[in-house]
C-alpha cells in the first residue's frame, strides 16, 4: 500500500492510504474520543465525537470516516474542536436520564466517561423526552432505550456482523429508536440473543438481565469459548472469585467482536450449585465424601488388580473433546505407559472420525484446510449437512457476511430449513442418507461438462481416470430418483459450484454422522479436488466440529489407533521414539473405539474404565445398553463438573475444575491452537483434570515428570509433528501458563497449502449404499437428530446454565404441516415417538421447515433423549454410530391419562 505522511498535533506521522485520521491516531497513541466507533463495525461517523480540525482549510473533520490525504495537518485538540465535543456530549446528555449513580453500567458506561473528563456537570440545556424502558421477558437482554443515544451500534452489530436483520431504526428525529420489525419484544423478533449488541452499547441502554454482580468488575480474564468448536474468544469479567459476565474478545479472527447466546449467557454452569465439590466412593449403593487420598487410592488399587487378574486390555479410558490439549495428552499416556493399553478414545468419536478418515485418505490432512476468515474471501460457498446457525454460529455469520456484503453465493445442501436458507442462492432437499448420490452426480456433471480445473487435477492430484469410469453408470435420472432433486437443480448446482475461481464446502454432521460417514466426506474430497478448491486462498474444506476441543482431543492421540499427531502404532520408529522418550514398552496393538469399549464391557472383556468428562449413557445410541454395560463393569470412575447419568454408575467420582478454573489450550476446528486462562479459584475440593491424572499416574507408583503445564506442551511441540510449529515462537514462560500465547505468530495454525502432504491428492470413488434407519413396515417417518441454538451436546452443562434452561429447557418433535394434519396432531400435543429400538415422550411443534415424511428432534435433553430411539450402528472404517435417518413411528398420549 502507498505510504501518506502527515502531521498531526504537529508531529509527523505515517501511515498507509484507506487509513482514515482516527486509525492513524490511534496506531500513533493520540487519543481521540468516540461513542460510535468500534474497530469491528464499518465507520459511520454517528456521534461526531471524534472531531477534528483541518488546519489548512478550518474545517471541523469527522475523523473516523475521512482517509488521510499526504500532506494534511491536522489538530485533534483545537479549542474549537474542544468546545464542539462538549457542547455533543451536553446534547446527548439532555435526552438522558439522572440516574447515573444507579445504573448498573456505572463506570462501564462510555458517555459517563467522557463527560467525566470534559469537566461536564449540571446542563444548561432543556431536557428532551426519553423513551420509556422496554419489558422483554428474555432472560437475557435489558433494554431502557431512555439511555439510548443513537449510536447505532446495536443494528450495525445486528446488520454487519451477526446479519440477523433483527434491528433497524424507527421513526425519526426525536422519537427515532433503535427497534425490532413492529416494535415487537425481542423474543418475538428474530433475535437470537448474541449479546453482541449489549457487549458493544457505549451506555446502559441495552444490558445483561438477571446479572449476578450490578456494577463495574475491575478484573478482566481472556479466555476462550467452552461450547463448540469455533473457538471464540472471550472476556470473563470477575468480582469476588466468580464470573459474573462474559464479553467477546476484542482482538480475535475467529469471532470479531461477536459472540452466540451460549457464549455470552451460558457460562452460569461454572458456579452451578450441583457441581460436584469433593471425591465420592460409592459404599453399599450410596455415594459418601472422601478425601482425593482415599480415591486415589482406592482407584490405583482396583485399577491394579484388574490389570493382573485380566490384563491391561481388560482397562479403557475414554478421553474428552471438553478437555484441553494437555489433558488429553496426558490421558492418553496414562493409559498407554501406566495402564499398557491403547483402549484409549475421546467423545468426539460420535462425529469427528468420518472427516478423519475421509479427508485423510484423500487429501492427507485430516481436519480443515483454512481458516474461517477466509470463507468471507469466496466467491462460492456450499453450505451440505450442517446447521452452523445453530451448532456454529461464528462460521454461520462468516457466511452470512460473505453473501450480503461480498456478493459471495451460497449452494445450501439440507432437506431441513435452516437459518441460511434465506440467504442461498441455490437451495437443495435431498432425502437423508442420498449424498453419496449427489456428490458423485456434481462429479460427474463438472467432468461431462470439463468445468474441473484442468491443471489442478493433472499437476496435483492421482487416480481421476478410476474416478471418471466410477461416474459412468451414474445418470441424471438415476441421481433425480435416489435424492428427489431434479436434474436440472443438481446441473445449475454443479455449474455454480465449478464456475468460481475460490470456492468453500462447509459440512457438519449431516454429513458425518451417516453410516457411510467416511464415503460421504470422500465424495466432497474428491469434489473440492476436482475444482482446485484446496490449499488455496478463499476456499477449501471447513469441517465443522461439534465440541471445542474434538481436533484437538484427537491430535493429541487419544484415539486406539493413533499415537499423538496421528502416528501410526505400526510404525515401529515411531512407536520407539514414545518408548525412549517415556522409558516403557508402548502396546503395539491398535485398542477399542469408544462403542467398542461398551460393546466388550458388556460381555466382560473390559474389566474396568476411567471415562473423563463425557457422558456416554445421555450420549450414546442405545442408552440402555450403555447403562446395562457400564453397570456390568467391576470398577468405574469418572471425573466431571456434575453427577451425570453415567457418574451416577460409578464406584468412584472425581470432581473437575471448569474451564475458567484452570490453564490449558484449545484447538478449535481451524486447528487454530488458543489458550485458556484460570479466572476463578476450583470450586470447593475440584481439581483440574491434568492434576488428576498426574497425581492418580503417581498413585499407581509410576509418575509422569511434569510440575507444570508448560513441561506437558514442551513435551507435544517435541512429540507432535502438527504442532512443533508452536516450538518455533518465542515464548515467555509465565506460571502455568505461556504468555504470549495470543500473539499472531503463535495463532497462525498449522494450516493446510501448498503441496499435498503425500504429494498428491487421491480421488477415490465411493459407491451408494442403501442408508439405514430409513422408513419401514410401522415405521412411517424418517427421524433426524440435531444441534440447537440454546442448548448444546447432552446438556449437561447447558442445563445447568440458569439462563438457557429457562429460555429452552423441554424436547420437542418438528413434523411437517400436511403431516401433522393428515396424522391430526396439533402444536403442543404430547406424543411418544417410537422407534424400533426405543421409545421417548415429547411434544409436537407443526412446521414448514421439513419436507413430508421427515421428522426433527433436537439432542440435549436428558428427559427426553432422542438417542434412545437409535440403535448401534456404526461406520465400518470410522467406527462411528449413525446419529441421523431413524424409523419412527407416532402415537398420541392422552393428557388424561
Known sequence: MEAVTITLDGVEVSGYSGMTILDLARDSGVDIPTLCHDPHLNPTGACRLCLV??????????????????????????PRVIERRKVIVQFMLASH????????????????????????????????????????????????????????????????????????????GFTAKPATLGDVPLEESACTFCGTCV?????????????????????????????????????????????????????SQVNRGTLCVRGSYGYDFVHSNERLTSPLIKVDGSFQEASWEQALGHISGEFKRIKEDHGASSLAILGSSKCTNEENYLLQRLA????????????????????????????????TTNTIDKIEDSEVIMVIGANPTA???????????????????????????????????????????????????????????????????????????????????????????????????????????????????????????????????????????????VGQRGGGIFALQRENNGLGACDMGTLPDFLPGYQSLDDDQVRKGFEEHWGVDLP??????????????????????????????????????????????????????????????????????????????????????????????????????????????????????YSTLQQVMTEIEDLVPLYQYLADADLKIEGLGRADLESERLRARRLFKGLFPSGFGRFSPVEYNQPVGQ???????????????????????????SRLRRFWSESWLEINEDDAEYSGYGDGDVVRVISPIGEVTTTVRVTNALPKGLLFMPVSFPESPVNKLYGVNLDPRAKAPSFKPCAVRLERINPDG
Open 53 to 78: 480540525e483541518d488546519d489548512s482549510s478550518g474545517a471541523l473533520l469527522a475523523s473516523c470516516v475521512v482517509p488521510i490525504r499526504p500532506g494534511m495537518v491536522i489538530n485533534t485538540r483545537s
Open 775 to 801: 422408513t419401514d413396515n410401522g415405521y412411517p417417518f424418517t427421524l433426524v437428530s440435531g444441534s440447537i441454538l440454546y442448548q448444546f451436546g447432552s446438556g449437561t452443562r447447558s442445563l445447568k446454565a
Open 336 to 367: 498407554r505407559a501406566v495402564l499398557g493399553t491403547n483402549n484409549i478414545d475421546n467423545g468426539s468419536r460420535l462425529y469427528n472420525p468420518a472427516t478423519r478418515f475421509g479427508l485423510g485418505q484423500s487429501i492427507g490432512f485430516p481436519s
Open 199 to 251: 457487549a458493544m452499547c457505549p451506555t446502559g441502554a441495552l444490558m445483561e438481565k438477571e446479572r449476578s454482580y450490578h456494577g463495574t468488575t475491575t478484573t478482566t480474564v481472556d479466555s476462550i469459548c467452552p461450547f463448540c468448536g469455533c473457538g471464540c474468544s472471550i472476556s470473563l469479567e470477575v468480582k469476588d472469585n466468580k464470573v459474573v459476565r462474559v464479553k467477546p474478545g476484542t482482538k
Open 588 to 705: 503395539a496393538e491398535a485398542g477399542l473405539t469408544a462403542i467398542e469399549m461398551i460393546e466388550r464391557a458388556a460381555t466382560g472383556g473390559v474389566k474396568g474404565m476411567l471415562i473423563v468428562g463425557e457422558n456416554p449413557v445421555s450420549g450414546f445410541p442405545n442408552p440402555s445398553a450403555v447403562r446395562d454395560a457400564l453397570t456390568s463393569l467391576d470398577f468405574l470412575v469418572t471425573t466431571d463438573l456434575f453427577l451425570t447419568e453415567t457418574a451416577e454408575l460409578a464406584t468412584v467420582v472425581l470432581p473437575a475444575a471448569s474451564f475458567a478454573e484452570k490453564e490449558g489450550t484449545f484447538t478449535n476446528f481451524e486447528g487454530r491452537v488458543q489458550q485458556i486462562h484460570k479466572a476463578v479459584e476450583p470450586v470447593g475440593d475440584s481439581m483440574p483434570d491434568w492434576e488428576i491424572i498426574l497425581q492418580l499416574a503417581s498413585a499407581m507408583g509410576q509418575s509422569m515428570p
Open 391 to 533: 451448532s456454529a454460529p461464528a462460521v454461520s455469520y462468516a457466511i452470512k457476511r460473505a453473501v450480503n456484503h461480498r456478493n459471495a453465493r451460497l449452494l445450501l445442501i439440507d432437506p431441513r430449513e435452516t437459518g441460511l436458507a434465506p440467504f442461498a442462492n441455490l437451495w437443495l432437499r435431498p432425502e437423508v442418507g442420498t449424498d453419496v448420490v449427489l456428490l458423485n452426480e456434481l462429479c460427474r456433471v463438472i467432468i461431462d461438462e470439463k468445468l474441473f480445473d484442468e491443471e489442478f487435477v493433472t499437476r496435483r492430484t492421482d487416480n481421476f481416470e478410476e474416478l471418471v469410469r466410477s461416474l459412468k453408470d451414474n445418470t441424471p435420472e438415476y441421481a433425480q430418483s435416489i435424492t428427489g432433486i431434479s436434474s436440472e437443480d443438481i446441473q445449475l448446482a454443479a455449474q455454480l459450484l465449478a464456475g468460481a475461481q475460490r470456492a468453500s464446502i462447509v459440512y457438519g454432521n449431516g454429513i458425518t454422522q451417516h453410516i457411510n460417514g467416511t464415503d460421504n466426506v470422500t465424495a466432497l474430497a474428491n469434489l473440492a479436488m476436482l475444482n482446485g478448491n
Open 97 to 172: 436520564p439522572d440516574s447515573c449513580l444507579v445504573c448498573d453500567k456505572g463506570n462501564r458506561c462510555q458517555l459517563r466517561k467522557l463527560a467525566s473528563e470534559m469537566g461536564i456537570g449540571l446542563l444548561d440545556f432543556q431536557r428532551l423526552p426519553q423513551s420509556a424502558a422496554i419489558q422483554d421477558v428474555n432472560p437475557f437482554i435489558e433494554r431502557d432505550l431512555s439511555r439510548c443515544i443513537l449510536c447505532a451500534k446495536c443494528i450495525r452489530a445486528d446488520q454487519e456482523l451477526v446479519v440477523e436483520g433483527a434491528i433497524d431504526y424507527m421513526d425519526r
